[in-house]
């Protein structure tokens, strides 16, 4: 969910002196002279350096003299890259059935695939600036039939005409209280929309409350708020209409004006000020968050999963900086002057880009990006980030995906986000219980550490929900334009946790997704006993608390690829 919360902070903290000063890092800088620990310290031990990377150095170590058996696949589903980057061209998956001349050389209806391919792409080669979020395109796509639909006490009303009338119920109640409930809490212009329904019900108790004072007490005149509220209030605290809520706002707005006159606050609430101000605010809103280009760039109908000839084969988008860090942690070659220690040097970028700018990747996307990546022989799939709400159908196309992906062999790592929710109490999508059968065995959540061994004091958490922590604060990898630069984020732990996945399937590449995610969950660094003050949000209120490192995952740890590496030998043997 929500892309607001940044998905990669791509910030370069340069010592210079005493003072930080941001700007790239270049080949031959002052911060590539410095020793490991300091730049690309995923690689290293704590035993060792005293950093809590995850030993990708003494994997190495411990794997010489060993045949590498396999160039694993790693599918990097999100944003693009630049994949002539010096550190990674040599890395870049190269469909082997298609061939880069305006044809679909291998039938798999992308024309031109050779190294990846866009899907939010058009044919004329134009590509989505930004998505929409969920909940935008959910109230999209429900507007007309609920948008205008009030529920006030145990009757329906609408004001598709400004005018509160009633209404018959709508046929699909469970979809109508999802609309309310769930999209109202995600979409933006689902709340601005209902801002101006509220103003006609506001209106509409006004006008009666009017009508009731004035009724008792005919020849009065000069009402007061504390007249209508005697008058007007709910006669029992289980009165179920908005009679109550409006009496409060009432109330509220008279203490803060300062003003106990019942005309007055009545206008205030009938003004057309007051109303055009809602309509407005709704305008900007679809200004802003309605349209994000799909149907004129891409065309295709995303709520349809069988509609899938679509998209085009431009990897190098506006966000590609963010998917070349990632793919820069995950593979390339080491010990090379001047660049970051990648940790799985065999390994193959595939990359499916489903993410642009703000918003949150469209589900039809992801599910045929997955599919993709498993039909087209990855070993490893790197999602996007968690989030908050799945519509049931397309949350469906997504754990078929992820189903097919577990029965192929892939294993599928997806980055929790940085909101410090407990997961126990929020759900969060894709999860492994998602489709309410067996859980999926090839799911890994993965949330980021610092050097320290500490996690995100933001971090999503969950003693089941999050599998395991890994390096992902001021880590240095390649980015676009063949420069190096730090990155902090969840898709960087999420890089580092796949490279130790590919390297394992480098040397053992019998080995399933499911046992690798089982390897990986039982050679951790333990963290076990650490007690750590973290962030959390519950309700809509920041709190700071202290809990037990086996509290926050299920593993209770950091990833540690020489003690991974270690138990796919025995286990292979």
Same mark, same amino acid.
């Given at each position: 969910?929500k ?5 990669l ?12 000063k ?10 590539e002279e ?6 690309d310290?995923?690689?290293?031990s ?6 809590y990377?995850?030993g990708?150095n003494?994997a ?7 045949k590498?058996?396999a160039?694993?696949i ?6 693009g ?6 550190a990674?061209?040599?890395?870049i998956?190269?469909n082997p059935?298609?061939?880069a001349?305006?044809k ?6 992308y ?9 939010i792409g ?9 998505v929409?979020?969920e909940? $935008?395109? /959910?109230?999209? *796509? ?5 948008g205008?639909?009030?529920?006030d006490?145990? @009757?329906? &009303? ?12 709508p046929?699909?109640?469970?979809e109508?209280?999802y609309?309310?409930s769930v999209?109202r ?15 006609y019900n506001?209106?509409y108790?006004?006008?009666l409350?009017?009508r009731e004072?004035?009724a ?15 008058m007007?209030?709910p006669?029992?605290?289980e009165?179920?209409?908005?009679r ?6 009432l109330?509220?707005?008279a ?5 106990? $006159?019942? /005309?007055?606050? *009545?206008d205030?609430?009938?003004?057309e000020?007051?109303?055009a101000?809602q309509? @407005?605010? &709704? ?5 802003r ?5 799909r ?5 295709d109908?995303?709520l349809?999963?069988?509609?899938r000839a ?5 990897l190098?988008?506006a ?10 942690v ?5 010990d090379v002057e001047?660049?970051?220690n990648?940790?799985a040097?065999?390994?193959r970028i595939m990359?499916?880009?489903?993410e ?8 039809k ?7 993709y990546?498993?039909?087209?022989g990855?070993s490893v ?8 709400l799945?519509?049931?159908?397309q ?17 599928v790592i997806?980055?929790v986000?940085e909101?410090?929710?407990?997961m126990?109490?929020?759900t ?5 219980w998602?489709?309410?059968g ?14 320290e ?26 980015c676009?334009?063949?420069v ?5 984020g969840v898709p960087?732990?999420?890089a580092t ?10 040397y ?10 089982d ?17 959390v ?5 920041n709190?700071v ?10 593993s ?6 020489l003690e991974?590496?270690k138990?796919?030998?025995k286990?292979?043997k």
């Amino acid at each position: 969910m929500k892309k607001y919360f940044t998905i990669l902070m791509m910030s370069v903290l340069v010592a210079i002196g005493s003072a930080a000063k941001a700007q790239l890092v270049k080949q031959n800088s002052k911060v590539e002279e410095q020793k490991q620990s300091n730049r690309d310290w995923y690689n290293c031990s704590f035993e060792k350096d005293g950093v809590y990377g995850v030993g990708v150095n003494e994997a190495y170590e411990f794997l010489k003299g060993k045949k590498a058996k396999a160039k694993p696949i790693v599918a990097l589903i999100g944003t693009g890259i630049d994949t002539e980057h010096e550190a990674l061209k040599a890395n870049i998956w190269k469909n082997p059935k298609e061939k880069a001349d305006g044809k679909d050389n291998d039938k798999n209806g992308y024309v031109d695939d050779v190294n990846g391919w866009n899907f939010i792409g058009g044919k004329d080669g134009q590509v989505m600036l930004s998505v929409n979020r969920e909940g $935008e395109r /959910e109230f999209l *796509r429900l507007k007309d039939k609920y948008g205008d639909i009030m529920k006030d006490g145990g @009757k329906f &009303y609408t004001f598709a005409n400004g005018k509160r009338e009633e209404c018959a119920a709508p046929e699909n109640m469970e979809e109508y209280n999802y609309f309310n409930s769930v999209v109202r809490e995600e979409s933006r212009l689902l709340q601005a929309y209902g801002a101006i329904n509220s103003v006609y019900n506001s209106r509409y108790y006004m006008g009666l409350f009017d009508r009731e004072v004035r009724a008792v007490s005919l020849k009065k005149t000069g009402f007061t708020v504390e007249d209508v509220v005697k008058m007007c209030s709910p006669k029992t605290a289980e009165d179920p209409t908005s009679r109550g809520i409006m009496i409060a706002a009432l109330q509220m707005r008279a203490h803060m004006m300062k003003n106990d $006159e019942w /005309e007055r606050n *009545r206008d205030a609430f009938l003004s057309e000020t007051y109303l055009a101000d809602q309509k @407005k605010k &709704y305008e900007q809103a679809v200004a802003r968050y309605g349209n994000d280009g799909r149907q004129a760039i891409v065309g295709d109908n995303y709520l349809d999963i069988n509609d899938r000839a679509y998209g085009n084969n431009v990897l190098l988008i506006a966000d590609a900086a963010i998917g070349t860090m990632i793919a820069g942690v995950i593979a390339g070659q080491r010990d090379v002057e001047g660049r970051n220690n990648p940790i799985a040097e065999q390994a193959r970028i595939m990359t499916l880009v489903v993410e642009a700018g703000a918003g949150e990747p469209y589900l039809k996307d992801m599910a045929l990006a997955i599919r993709y990546a498993v039909e087209h022989g990855a070993s490893v799939v790197v999602l996007p980030q968690q989030n908050s709400l799945y519509p049931e159908v397309q949350k469906q196309w997504i754990s078929e995906a992820i189903r097919y992906a577990e029965q192929k062999g892939v294993l599928v790592i997806v980055p929790v986000h940085e909101m410090s929710r407990d997961m126990s109490e929020e759900t969060f999508f894709p999860n492994r219980w998602m489709d309410g059968g067996k859980e999926l065995t090839n799911l890994m959540t993965v949330g980021m550490s610092d050097k320290e061994g500490m996690p995100s004091t933001n971090s999503n958490f969950g003693a089941k929900e999050l599998d395991i922590y890994a390096p992902g604060i001021k880590v240095l990898s390649a980015c676009t334009g063949d420069v190096y630069q730090y990155g902090n984020g969840v898709p960087m732990a999420s890089a580092t946790v796949a490279g130790v996945a590919a390297l394992i399937k480098t040397y053992y590449p019998k080995l399933t997704g499911s046992q690798i995610r089982d390897i990986l969950l039982q050679t951790v660094t333990s963290r076990k006993g650490v007690e750590l003050e973290k962030n959390v949000t519950r309700g809509g209120k920041n709190a700071v608390d202290l809990y037990l490192f086996e509290q926050l995952c299920l593993s209770g740890g950091i990833v540690n690829a020489l003690e991974a590496v270690k138990a796919a030998d025995k286990l292979s043997k």
